[in-house]
């Protein structure tokens, strides 16, 4: 069983940035491919970005691309989300997910096994 724990939340202005980041339990995250996930109220979940196991391939929903940098460092257990030029609409439930075994990034939400508590971000304009 995996643990996955995200921080780095919070309320930040509109063209503000956030950085927020999942720490893994366990010895075996380097090779899970990782993403992350949003939903805002009354919404259902949306995907933001995905990463895969080594890092080296990445992607992004349209609405982020450009504004959100998805990385993980496998030293640390941990995937990172930066997230700048924020705007109200990014306001949601950031959570973070683990899949079990893949090869590449995953952009759907059924494809992961492992989901962190969620992390608030407010962005206010």
């Known amino acids: 069983q995996v643990q996955l724990v995200e921080s780095g939340g919070g309320l930040v202005q509109a063209g503000g940035s956030l950085r927020l980041s999942c720490t893994a339990s366990?010895?075996?995250?380097?090779?899970?491919?990782m993403g992350w996930f949003r939903q805002a109220p009354g919404k259902e979940h949306e995907f933001v970005a995905a990463?895969?196991?080594?890092?080296?391939?990445?992607y992004y929903a349209d609405s982020v691309k450009g504004r959100f940098t998805i990385s993980r460092d496998n030293a640390k257990n941990t995937v990172y989300l930066q997230m700048a030029t924020l705007k109200p609409e990014d306001t949601a439930v950031y959570y973070c997910?683990?899949?079990?075994?893949?090869?590449?990034?995953?952009?759907?939400?059924?494809?992961?096994?492992?989901w962190g508590q969620g992390t608030q971000v407010t962005v206010s304009s």
């Open positions: 997910a683990a899949k079990r075994i893949g090869a590449t990034y995953y952009t759907k939400k059924d494809e992961y096994d492992y």
């Open positions: 366990g010895r075996t995250f380097s090779s899970y491919p």
């Open positions: 990463i895969s196991r080594s890092g080296r391939s990445t």
